[in-house]
């Protein structure tokens, strides 16, 4: 089996073309799999921020409301945007 001249870093020298390119497509995998994490993990977080935000504003609306001098269905706005 051919053998790399400078091996990739990671692998060894000794390391076969087709093995080397098993453990290089295990490497790139894993890095895949952490961004995948990372990204469901941002993506988790916008989406638990907004839903406490929306239940945050649901709960100020008679507060704002009575600040306001308005009617309840005229605050309602505030949830909309």
């Known amino acids: 089996s051919p053998e790399w001249s400078d091996p990739p870093t990671g692998l060894q020298r ?4 087709e093995t080397g390119t ?10 895949e799999r952490k961004l995948m994490l990372w990204c ?5 977080t916008a989406l638990a921020m907004a839903s ?6 649901n709960i100020a609306l ?3 409301a ?4 308005v009617s309840p269905a005229e605050v309602v706005w505030v949830v909309n945007v």
């Open 40 to 44: 469901l993990a941002a993506i988790f």
């Open 22 to 31: 098993v453990q290089i497509k295990k490497m790139r995998s894993q890095r």
């Open 66 to 69: 009575s600040d306001l001098h």
């Open 14 to 17: 000794d390391v076969g073309l």
């Open 52 to 57: 406490l935000d929306t239940a945050i504003a």
């Open 62 to 64: 008679p507060a704002i």
